[in-house]
């Protein structure tokens, strides 16, 4: 993650590859597959999404409640990217993917019980899930609009663009969950989790910190 972390600018402002740049503005008409592809691609690639969902799920050990955090949280992304496009609401990329970093920051936050201590209160995850789940999506929709996408074939593609999200995040999932399962069944789970959720943190502040100085910068 960190190394992730240390790339160019455009990576780290929810960018889609340069070929796929190529191919979705020059591309015209319904094209699903394509589209489908594309989407699990940002996703399985969409290390600050990974991030944040591996936070969602860190102290979650019932397959019901993995799936409603996860379903919170894609409709949050969904909602967002869909009519973020549709009608043509953008952010500004590097305002919209510090607030990423942000989700990151409090995600770790909230595993280490620092609501509670700090302030005597906690906050509903929930909630919170799928207000951040709604900042992913503006994210990617920022960047999609920026594209220009062709309006023939528009809302069939978009779908399958948000298809391909969510197999994407199913993807990642798993594989966290594989991880996931092994490491918890090994006494080092509880003495590493403090740590972990530390570098969790650290990692949403430099998300944040790289996204504000692009903001001023740029």
């Given at each position: ?10 990576a ?25 592809y ?13 991030l ?13 409640h ?9 409709l ?8 973020g ?5 953008g ?59 062709s ?30 399962g ?27 910190g790289?996204?504000?100085?692009g903001?001023?910068?740029?």
């Amino acid at each position: 993650m960190l190394a992730l972390i240390g790339v160019s600018g455009d990576a780290l402002a929810h960018a889609v590859a340069q070929g796929d740049k190529g191919y979705i503005q020059e591309i015209s008409g319904v094209n699903l597959v394509s589209f489908i592809y594309l989407g699990a691609k940002h996703m399985v690639t969409g290390y600050d999404h990974i991030l944040f969902l591996f936070g969602v799920i860190f102290f979650l050990y019932k397959m019901q409640h993995i799936a409603l955090y996860v379903s919170l949280f894609a409709l949050g992304h969904s909602t967002t990217m869909l009519l973020g496009v549709y009608f043509n609401i953008g952010i500004n990329s590097y305002l919209i993917d510090a607030i990423i970093g942000l989700s990151v920051v409090y995600k770790a936050l909230d595993n280490l019980g620092a609501f509670q201590r700090w302030f005597g209160v906690q906050p509903d995850t929930r909630a919170a899930t799928l207000l951040f789940g709604f900042c992913h999506g503006f994210g990617l929709s920022t960047k999609i609009i920026e594209y220009d996408l062709s309006p023939d074939g528009l809302v069939p593609n978009l779908l399958a663009f948000n298809l391909g999200v969510e197999i994407g995040q199913l993807l990642a999932l798993s594989a966290i969950l594989i991880v996931m399962g092994y490491w918890r069944r090994s006494p080092s789970f509880m003495r590493h989790a403090y740590t972990t959720n530390v570098a969790m943190m650290c990692a949403g502040f430099m998300l944040i910190g790289l996204q504000l100085t692009g903001y001023f910068v740029a």
